[in-house]
Nanobody, 123 residues
Framework: QVRLVESGGGSVQAGGSLRLSCVASGATISNNCVAWFRQAPGKVREGLAA????????FYPDGVKGRFTISQDNAKTTVYLQIDSLKPEDTAMYYC????????????????WGQGTQVTVSS
């Protein structure tokens, strides 16, 4: 069973950038979709970006602006989320999740989750 560990969160000023990492262990993710989500207190969880690790094909929901970029390393063990032009409303817990056999942009179908990394943006 795959284990996912997120890192890279922190406290940043508005306008800054962060790169979050999601490291997979315990099982290969070469044939997985891996996605990034976030959840702010009192708000629903939202999908931000997904990648099919085997091909590197990326998926973004229609409502997500171009500030989020998903990528992966050549070893196919780590998936990144680059967040640019951070805003206070980006403050949330960010999670990565993995799944096989799904359309990667089917945000409700992910079953394997990391513990999350907190991002706090101050104005």
């Amino acid at each position: 069973q795959v284990r996912l560990v997120e890192s890279g969160g922190g406290s940043v000023q508005a306008g800054g950038s962060l790169r979050l990492s999601c490291v997979a262990s315990g099982a290969t993710i070469s044939n997985n979709c891996v996605a990034w989500f976030r959840q702010a207190p009192g708000k629903v969880r939202e999908g931000l970006a997904a990648v099919y690790v085997g091909s590197g094909s990326a998926f973004y929901p229609d409502g997500v602006k171009g500030r989020f970029t998903i990528s992966q390393d050549n070893a196919k063990t780590t998936v990144y989320l680059q967040i640019d032009s951070l805003k206070p409303e980006d403050t949330a817990m960010y999670y990565c999740a993995a799944e096989t056999g799904i359309y990667c942009a089917n945000w409700s179908k992910y079953n394997f989750w990391g513990q999350g990394t907190q991002v706090t943006v101050s104005s």
